[in-house]
Protein backbone atom coordinates (compact mmCIF):
# COMPACT_ATOMS: atom_id res chain seq x y z
CA UNK A 1 0.00 0.00 0.00
CA UNK A 2 2.83 2.21 1.00
CA UNK A 3 4.22 1.88 -2.81
CA UNK A 4 0.69 2.81 -4.29
CA UNK A 5 0.40 5.88 -2.48
CA UNK A 6 4.39 7.46 -2.82
CA UNK A 7 3.12 6.60 -7.29
CA UNK A 8 0.55 9.24 -6.34
CA UNK A 9 2.92 11.74 -4.61
CA UNK A 10 4.93 13.02 -7.73
CA UNK A 11 1.67 14.20 -9.39
CA UNK A 12 0.87 15.86 -6.40
CA UNK A 13 1.35 19.59 -8.43
CA UNK A 14 -1.15 18.68 -10.83
CA UNK A 15 -3.51 18.00 -8.20
CA UNK A 16 -5.84 19.94 -5.79
CA UNK A 17 -6.04 18.71 -2.19
CA UNK A 18 -10.13 17.17 -2.80
CA UNK A 19 -9.07 15.54 -6.02
CA UNK A 20 -6.35 14.06 -3.86
CA UNK A 21 -8.31 13.08 -0.86
CA UNK A 22 -10.74 11.07 -2.91
CA UNK A 23 -8.37 9.10 -5.44
CA UNK A 24 -6.46 8.55 -2.58
CA UNK A 25 -9.80 6.71 -1.24
CA UNK A 26 -10.37 4.55 -4.23
CA UNK A 27 -7.18 3.49 -4.65
CA UNK A 28 -7.23 2.29 -1.08
CA UNK A 29 -9.81 0.45 -2.03
CA UNK A 30 -8.69 -1.27 -5.23
CA UNK A 31 -5.02 -2.50 -4.10
CA UNK A 32 -6.09 -3.72 -0.13
CA UNK A 33 -7.31 -7.30 0.12
CA UNK A 34 -10.10 -8.23 -1.70
CA UNK A 35 -13.39 -7.69 0.87
CA UNK A 36 -11.15 -6.28 3.97
CA UNK A 37 -13.20 -3.81 5.69
CA UNK A 38 -10.36 -1.85 7.45
CA UNK A 39 -7.24 -1.92 5.21
CA UNK A 40 -4.41 -3.68 6.68
CA UNK A 41 -0.90 -1.40 5.94
CA UNK A 42 1.48 -4.35 5.93
CA UNK A 43 -0.75 -6.53 3.44
CA UNK A 44 0.51 -6.64 -0.23
CA UNK A 45 -1.92 -7.57 -2.98
CA UNK A 46 -1.34 -6.69 -6.53
CA UNK A 47 -4.96 -6.32 -6.63
CA UNK A 48 -6.97 -8.43 -8.93
CA UNK A 49 -7.38 -6.18 -12.46
CA UNK A 50 -10.62 -6.13 -13.41
CA UNK A 51 -11.40 -6.62 -17.51
CA UNK A 52 -14.26 -5.99 -19.04
CA UNK A 53 -14.13 -8.78 -21.71
CA UNK A 54 -13.50 -11.50 -19.99
CA UNK A 55 -16.35 -13.70 -21.27
CA UNK A 56 -14.28 -13.95 -24.46
CA UNK A 57 -11.07 -15.21 -22.42
CA UNK A 58 -12.51 -17.29 -19.69
CA UNK A 59 -9.01 -18.50 -18.39
CA UNK A 60 -8.40 -14.76 -16.78
CA UNK A 61 -11.12 -16.17 -14.29
CA UNK A 62 -11.02 -19.58 -14.16
CA UNK A 63 -7.98 -22.21 -14.64
CA UNK A 64 -10.72 -24.99 -15.69
CA UNK A 65 -11.45 -23.39 -18.68
CA UNK A 66 -8.41 -24.27 -20.06
CA UNK A 67 -8.65 -26.27 -23.34
CA UNK A 68 -12.77 -25.91 -23.43
CA UNK A 69 -12.54 -23.66 -26.63
CA UNK A 70 -11.38 -27.40 -28.44
CA UNK A 71 -8.65 -25.40 -30.04
CA UNK A 72 -4.93 -23.52 -29.70
CA UNK A 73 -6.86 -20.33 -28.54
CA UNK A 74 -4.63 -16.87 -27.86
CA UNK A 75 -6.10 -13.84 -26.57
CA UNK A 76 -4.11 -10.75 -26.09
CA UNK A 77 -5.81 -7.85 -24.30
CA UNK A 78 -4.41 -3.81 -23.60
CA UNK A 79 -6.42 -1.78 -21.25
CA UNK A 80 -6.17 1.75 -19.90
CA UNK A 81 -7.75 2.22 -16.34
CA UNK A 82 -9.23 5.23 -15.29
CA UNK A 83 -7.85 7.42 -18.50
CA UNK A 84 -7.42 11.50 -17.15
CA UNK A 85 -5.75 10.46 -13.97
CA UNK A 86 -2.08 10.79 -13.97
CA UNK A 87 -0.08 7.80 -13.96
CA UNK A 88 -3.24 5.42 -14.03
CA UNK A 89 -2.99 1.77 -14.39
CA UNK A 90 -2.75 -0.03 -18.06
CA UNK A 91 -3.25 -3.56 -17.84
CA UNK A 92 -1.89 -5.91 -20.83
CA UNK A 93 -2.35 -9.70 -20.82
CA UNK A 94 -1.56 -12.55 -23.29
CA UNK A 95 -2.71 -15.75 -22.72
CA UNK A 96 -2.98 -19.55 -24.65
CA UNK A 97 -4.76 -22.70 -24.03
CA UNK A 98 -5.50 -26.39 -25.77
CA UNK A 99 -6.63 -29.29 -25.08
CA UNK A 100 -4.15 -32.05 -25.35
CA UNK A 101 -4.34 -35.56 -27.27
CA UNK A 102 -6.08 -36.98 -24.88
CA UNK A 103 -9.16 -34.92 -25.40
CA UNK A 104 -10.13 -34.76 -21.15
CA UNK A 105 -6.93 -32.46 -20.38
CA UNK A 106 -6.79 -29.21 -21.32
CA UNK A 107 -3.39 -27.01 -20.64
CA UNK A 108 -3.41 -23.04 -20.34
CA UNK A 109 -0.79 -20.37 -19.53
CA UNK A 110 -1.40 -16.41 -19.16
CA UNK A 111 0.92 -13.62 -18.62
CA UNK A 112 -0.14 -10.04 -17.30
CA UNK A 113 1.53 -6.60 -17.02
CA UNK A 114 0.84 -4.01 -15.14
CA UNK A 115 2.39 -0.35 -14.69
CA UNK A 116 1.55 2.32 -12.48
CA UNK A 117 2.94 4.89 -11.85
CA UNK A 118 6.56 4.25 -10.88
CA UNK A 119 5.38 0.60 -10.40
CA UNK A 120 5.76 -2.30 -12.38
CA UNK A 121 4.12 -5.37 -12.05
CA UNK A 122 3.68 -9.27 -13.63
CA UNK A 123 2.14 -12.64 -13.13
CA UNK A 124 2.77 -15.57 -14.97
CA UNK A 125 0.16 -18.57 -13.97
CA UNK A 126 0.02 -22.47 -15.87
CA UNK A 127 -3.15 -24.02 -15.63
CA UNK A 128 -4.76 -27.57 -15.54
CA UNK A 129 -7.71 -28.30 -16.44
CA UNK A 130 -9.49 -32.14 -16.50
CA UNK A 131 -12.45 -32.29 -18.09
CA UNK A 132 -15.68 -35.61 -18.36
CA UNK A 133 -18.95 -35.75 -19.64
CA UNK A 134 -21.56 -34.15 -17.64
CA UNK A 135 -25.45 -34.16 -18.51
CA UNK A 136 -25.52 -32.36 -22.07
CA UNK A 137 -22.27 -31.25 -21.25
CA UNK A 138 -19.14 -30.99 -20.13
CA UNK A 139 -18.00 -30.34 -16.35
CA UNK A 140 -14.40 -29.33 -15.90
CA UNK A 141 -11.83 -29.00 -12.87
CA UNK A 142 -8.99 -26.66 -12.79
CA UNK A 143 -5.88 -25.92 -11.06
CA UNK A 144 -3.39 -23.14 -11.58
CA UNK A 145 -0.16 -21.99 -9.72
CA UNK A 146 2.10 -18.85 -10.56
CA UNK A 147 3.97 -16.02 -9.37
CA UNK A 148 3.35 -12.06 -8.93
CA UNK A 149 6.22 -9.82 -8.71
CA UNK A 150 5.95 -6.51 -8.09
CA UNK A 151 8.85 -3.58 -7.52
CA UNK A 152 8.81 0.32 -7.46
CA UNK A 153 11.06 2.56 -8.48
CA UNK A 154 11.70 5.09 -6.09
CA UNK A 155 14.41 7.12 -7.47
CA UNK A 156 12.25 8.70 -10.18
CA UNK A 157 9.76 10.49 -7.49
CA UNK A 158 9.62 13.86 -7.24
CA UNK A 159 10.42 14.48 -3.17
CA UNK A 160 11.14 17.94 -1.16
CA UNK A 161 14.06 16.73 0.51
CA UNK A 162 16.56 16.38 -2.08
CA UNK A 163 18.66 13.16 -1.81
CA UNK A 164 16.46 11.84 0.57
CA UNK A 165 17.74 8.85 1.76
CA UNK A 166 14.67 6.70 1.98
CA UNK A 167 13.88 7.20 -2.13
CA UNK A 168 17.78 6.54 -3.19
CA UNK A 169 17.09 3.30 -3.72
CA UNK A 170 14.38 1.24 -5.21
CA UNK A 171 11.93 -1.12 -3.59
CA UNK A 172 13.06 -4.63 -3.34
CA UNK A 173 11.00 -6.55 -5.62
CA UNK A 174 7.85 -8.72 -3.88
CA UNK A 175 8.02 -12.17 -5.34
CA UNK A 176 5.05 -13.57 -4.65
CA UNK A 177 4.15 -17.51 -5.75
CA UNK A 178 0.57 -18.74 -5.46
CA UNK A 179 -1.84 -20.71 -6.08
CA UNK A 180 -6.06 -21.54 -7.63
CA UNK A 181 -8.37 -23.48 -8.77
CA UNK A 182 -12.18 -23.72 -10.24
CA UNK A 183 -14.62 -25.49 -11.55
CA UNK A 184 -16.74 -25.03 -15.06
CA UNK A 185 -19.47 -26.22 -16.66
CA UNK A 186 -20.29 -25.66 -20.24
CA UNK A 187 -22.65 -26.70 -22.82
CA UNK A 188 -24.41 -25.45 -26.25
CA UNK A 189 -26.55 -23.41 -24.30
CA UNK A 190 -25.19 -22.19 -21.24
CA UNK A 191 -22.21 -22.16 -18.49
CA UNK A 192 -21.42 -21.98 -15.25
CA UNK A 193 -17.93 -21.53 -13.16
CA UNK A 194 -16.51 -21.30 -9.35
CA UNK A 195 -13.11 -20.34 -8.82
CA UNK A 196 -10.70 -19.47 -5.46
CA UNK A 197 -8.54 -17.12 -7.91
CA UNK A 198 -6.12 -17.36 -4.97
CA UNK A 199 -5.23 -19.34 -1.34
CA UNK A 200 -1.92 -17.86 -0.40
CA UNK A 201 -2.27 -14.32 1.40
CA UNK A 202 1.14 -12.49 2.30
CA UNK A 203 2.11 -9.70 4.36
CA UNK A 204 5.39 -7.83 4.95
CA UNK A 205 6.64 -7.83 8.25
CA UNK A 206 7.73 -4.55 9.04
CA UNK A 207 10.72 -4.75 11.28
CA UNK A 208 12.67 -7.10 8.89
CA UNK A 209 11.33 -5.93 5.48
CA UNK A 210 10.64 -9.69 4.63
CA UNK A 211 7.51 -10.65 3.17
CA UNK A 212 5.69 -13.56 4.62
CA UNK A 213 3.06 -15.92 3.13
CA UNK A 214 0.07 -17.35 5.34
CA UNK A 215 -2.67 -19.47 4.29
CA UNK A 216 -6.43 -18.49 5.73
CA UNK A 217 -10.03 -19.52 4.20
CA UNK A 218 -11.64 -16.55 5.66
CA UNK A 219 -9.77 -14.31 3.51
CA UNK A 220 -9.93 -16.34 0.40
CA UNK A 221 -12.53 -14.59 -2.61
CA UNK A 222 -14.83 -16.98 -4.61
CA UNK A 223 -16.26 -16.06 -7.82
CA UNK A 224 -18.85 -17.21 -9.65
CA UNK A 225 -19.73 -16.90 -13.29
CA UNK A 226 -22.49 -18.46 -15.34
CA UNK A 227 -24.44 -17.79 -18.49
CA UNK A 228 -26.52 -19.00 -21.13
CA UNK A 229 -27.52 -18.42 -24.55
CA UNK A 230 -30.91 -17.27 -26.04
CA UNK A 231 -31.92 -18.22 -29.98
CA UNK A 232 -34.25 -16.37 -31.57
CA UNK A 233 -33.39 -17.12 -34.61
CA UNK A 234 -30.32 -18.07 -36.65
CA UNK A 235 -29.46 -14.45 -37.34
CA UNK A 236 -30.18 -13.10 -34.03
CA UNK A 237 -29.47 -14.36 -30.11
CA UNK A 238 -28.70 -12.56 -26.64
CA UNK A 239 -26.11 -14.30 -24.36
CA UNK A 240 -26.78 -13.27 -20.96
CA UNK A 241 -24.15 -13.37 -18.03
CA UNK A 242 -23.41 -12.64 -14.54
CA UNK A 243 -20.05 -12.23 -12.51
CA UNK A 244 -19.98 -12.31 -8.66
CA UNK A 245 -17.24 -11.50 -6.46
CA UNK A 246 -17.41 -12.91 -2.75
CA UNK A 247 -14.69 -12.11 -0.05
CA UNK A 248 -15.20 -14.85 2.96
CA UNK A 249 -13.72 -12.49 5.06
CA UNK A 250 -15.13 -12.13 8.48
CA UNK A 251 -17.02 -9.20 7.04
CA UNK A 252 -18.75 -11.51 4.10
CA UNK A 253 -19.01 -8.42 1.38
CA UNK A 254 -19.77 -8.69 -2.31
CA UNK A 255 -16.67 -7.16 -3.67
CA UNK A 256 -17.68 -7.12 -7.64
CA UNK A 257 -21.10 -8.01 -9.52
CA UNK A 258 -21.32 -7.64 -13.15
CA UNK A 259 -24.53 -8.13 -15.32
CA UNK A 260 -24.04 -8.66 -18.84
CA UNK A 261 -25.62 -9.22 -21.97
CA UNK A 262 -24.49 -9.27 -25.27
CA UNK A 263 -26.41 -9.45 -28.90
CA UNK A 264 -25.36 -11.31 -31.45
CA UNK A 265 -26.12 -10.44 -35.07
CA UNK A 266 -25.52 -13.17 -37.66
CA UNK A 267 -22.96 -14.85 -35.41
CA UNK A 268 -20.75 -11.66 -37.06
CA UNK A 269 -21.42 -8.56 -34.42
CA UNK A 270 -21.83 -9.13 -31.10
CA UNK A 271 -23.33 -5.52 -28.96
CA UNK A 272 -23.40 -5.85 -25.30
CA UNK A 273 -23.00 -4.13 -22.03
CA UNK A 274 -22.02 -4.32 -18.48
CA UNK A 275 -23.07 -2.56 -15.47
CA UNK A 276 -20.12 -3.26 -13.25
CA UNK A 277 -21.04 -1.90 -9.49
CA UNK A 278 -18.02 -2.29 -7.57
CA UNK A 279 -16.76 1.14 -9.73
CA UNK A 280 -20.53 1.93 -10.57
CA UNK A 281 -19.76 2.11 -14.48
CA UNK A 282 -21.59 1.40 -17.59
CA UNK A 283 -20.08 -0.69 -19.92
CA UNK A 284 -20.52 -0.83 -23.43
CA UNK A 285 -18.94 -3.60 -25.83
CA UNK A 286 -18.71 -3.90 -29.64
CA UNK A 287 -17.02 -7.75 -30.92
CA UNK A 288 -16.39 -8.59 -33.74
CA UNK A 289 -15.95 -12.41 -35.69
CA UNK A 290 -14.40 -11.66 -38.45
CA UNK A 291 -13.86 -15.43 -39.45
CA UNK A 292 -14.31 -18.40 -37.34
CA UNK A 293 -10.76 -18.10 -35.85
CA UNK A 294 -10.83 -14.51 -35.02
CA UNK A 295 -12.21 -12.08 -33.12
CA UNK A 296 -11.61 -8.59 -32.51
CA UNK A 297 -13.21 -6.11 -29.66
CA UNK A 298 -13.68 -2.44 -27.81
CA UNK A 299 -15.25 -1.42 -24.82
CA UNK A 300 -15.63 1.96 -22.59
CA UNK A 301 -16.80 1.50 -18.89
CA UNK A 302 -18.73 4.78 -18.69
CA UNK A 303 -18.24 6.15 -14.93
CA UNK A 304 -21.37 6.93 -13.28
CA UNK A 305 -20.05 6.99 -9.41
CA UNK A 306 -17.90 8.49 -7.42
CA UNK A 307 -15.13 8.63 -10.28
CA UNK A 308 -16.95 10.56 -13.06
CA UNK A 309 -15.34 13.77 -11.79
CA UNK A 310 -11.82 12.64 -12.16
CA UNK A 311 -11.55 9.95 -14.88
CA UNK A 312 -12.86 9.84 -18.41
CA UNK A 313 -13.20 6.35 -17.86
CA UNK A 314 -11.57 3.14 -18.90
CA UNK A 315 -11.02 1.45 -22.52
CA UNK A 316 -9.54 -2.13 -23.72
CA UNK A 317 -8.97 -3.53 -26.44
CA UNK A 318 -8.61 -7.55 -27.19
CA UNK A 319 -7.51 -9.98 -29.87
CA UNK A 320 -8.70 -13.70 -29.90
CA UNK A 321 -6.92 -15.64 -32.26
CA UNK A 322 -7.84 -20.00 -32.44
CA UNK A 323 -5.27 -22.31 -34.61
CA UNK A 324 -7.17 -25.50 -36.21
CA UNK A 325 -10.59 -24.37 -35.01
CA UNK A 326 -13.16 -26.64 -36.81
CA UNK A 327 -16.62 -25.36 -36.61
CA UNK A 328 -19.76 -25.85 -38.37
CA UNK A 329 -22.02 -22.91 -39.41
CA UNK A 330 -24.91 -24.31 -37.53
CA UNK A 331 -23.46 -24.85 -34.08
CA UNK A 332 -20.77 -22.00 -33.68
CA UNK A 333 -18.79 -21.78 -30.24
CA UNK A 334 -20.12 -18.74 -27.90
CA UNK A 335 -18.64 -20.30 -24.31
Known amino acids: MSGLLLRIYVDFRQM ?3 RLILFLSFLSAFTSVPGQAIPDSTSI ?3 YPVYSQYLQNGLLINPAYAGSRGALSTFLSYRMQWMGIPDAPVFQSVSLNAPTKNDKVGLGLMAQFMQFGFTKSQSIYFSYAYRIHFANGRLS ?4 GGFDRSNTNYTGLATTTPNDPVFLENDKPYFLPNFGAGVYY ?3 KLFAGVTIPAFLNYKKNISTGSVEAHHNINEYDVIFSAGGLITFSQAFKFKPSVLIDYSLEKTKKLTQFDINGN ?5 LIWVGGSWRTSEQVAVGILQVQLNPQLMIGFSYDYPVGRMSTFSKGSSEFILRYEFGYKVSAANPRYF
Open 45 to 47: SLG
Open 263 to 267: FIFGD
Open 186 to 188: YSD
Open 16 to 18: NKI
Open 141 to 144: FGLK
